[in-house]
């Protein structure tokens, strides 16, 4: 069987869950996507599918094995695109992560009217709380928050974050307001246990003060953190641009911002190689204008 056939067959049960879905996209019987599929996991010797009377679930070694066939057919795809002399044109699936709220408030906006602009091209967007490995993921871009470590990615700064303190009105009526990172030891700590908020409180250009806290409440998302701080029940410390909005609104009032420490830098990143797909400059470029252009991004 043409095995870069029952790739895209493969990648197509995956993204619809649905071996008849994939076969009516593909204008495929469904014994012939069967049959592909089939033919894969004889080739891998892996189970790539778990199946069921009701859902089709991609097993570990399936999710790994759909990921490097997206890598496969999207380098087949450019790599005809550059041989044709199309290369300049955005074409084809560009794929997007970025952290979940920063995503939902930006990166998505920037996506569709990007995808309005260039209809040869379709999205995928990842909103991930973590670090996600570009090359093994198919990503093509990404927005990250904070200092990043040596690599070969290609990374452009388009402005910073801040860690911030803050509380509803109706919770410093009650309880007054911190004038010092110290006083915090006092007050009602709402705490964020997700992948990129640390569990210590840190002040100062070094991040040298780090009070002793004890949190009356955790949180595993910054959503529910700040719908607790909203609430007045306590004091959060998410990003600025996480609060943006309440904060505007007078909802939420950001305290001891001359403790602060350093803001955290924000990068679009993608992969360097000898071929830089057009939809992934073309994409980078217009990100980077947009998110430099944000109000809250400074």
């Known amino acids: 069987m043409d095995k870069l056939q029952c790739m895209k067959v493969l ?84 794929t997007v992560t970025a952290p979940v709220l920063f995503g939902q408030y930006y990166v998505m906006p920037i996506v569709t009217e990007f995808l309005a602009l260039h209809p040869a091209v379709t999205g995928r967007v990842l909103l991930f709380d973590r670090i996600v490995n570009l090359v093994e993921e198919g990503i ?90 909203l609430s007045g029940w306590g004091l959060a410390r998410p990003l600025s641009y996480q609060v943006a909005r309440p904060v505007a609104d007078g909802r939420l009032r950001i305290i001891l911002e001359e403790f602060e420490e350093e803001p955290l830098p924000i990068y679009v990143v993608h992969p360097e190689g000898r071929h830089v797909s057009a939809k992934t400059r073309a994409f980078v470029d217009f990100a980077v204008e947009r998110l430099r252009a944000g109000p809250t991004i400074r």
């Open 11 to 94: 990648v197509k049960v995956a993204d619809t869950g649905s071996f008849a879905d994939a076969a009516r996209q593909m204008h495929m019987s469904s014994p012939a996507v069967t049959r592909a599929v089939a033919f894969l996991e004889e080739v891998t010797g892996a189970r790539l599918f778990l199946r069921s009377t009701r859902s089709v679930k991609l097993t570990a070694q399936g999710h790994h094995y759909v990921e490097d066939c997206r890598r496969v057919l999207s380098d087949i795809d450019e790599a005809e695109a550059s041989a044709g002399g199309s290369y300049a044109t955005p074409s084809g699936v560009l």
């Open 140 to 229: 093509d871009v990404a927005v990250r928050i904070g200092h990043l470590p040596d690599s070969s990615y290609n990374a452009t700064r388009v402005g910073t974050v801040r860690r911030v303190v803050c509380g509803a009105p109706s919770y410093f009526e009650r309880h007054g307001v911190p004038q010092t990172p110290a006083d915090l030891a006092s007050h009602t700590i709402i705490a964020s246990t997700g992948s990129s908020a640390p569990l210590d409180w840190r002040f100062g250009p070094e991040a040298k003060l780090s009070p002793t806290l004890h949190p009356r409440l955790f949180c595993n998302t910054v959503d529910a953190s700040i719908s607790a701080a």
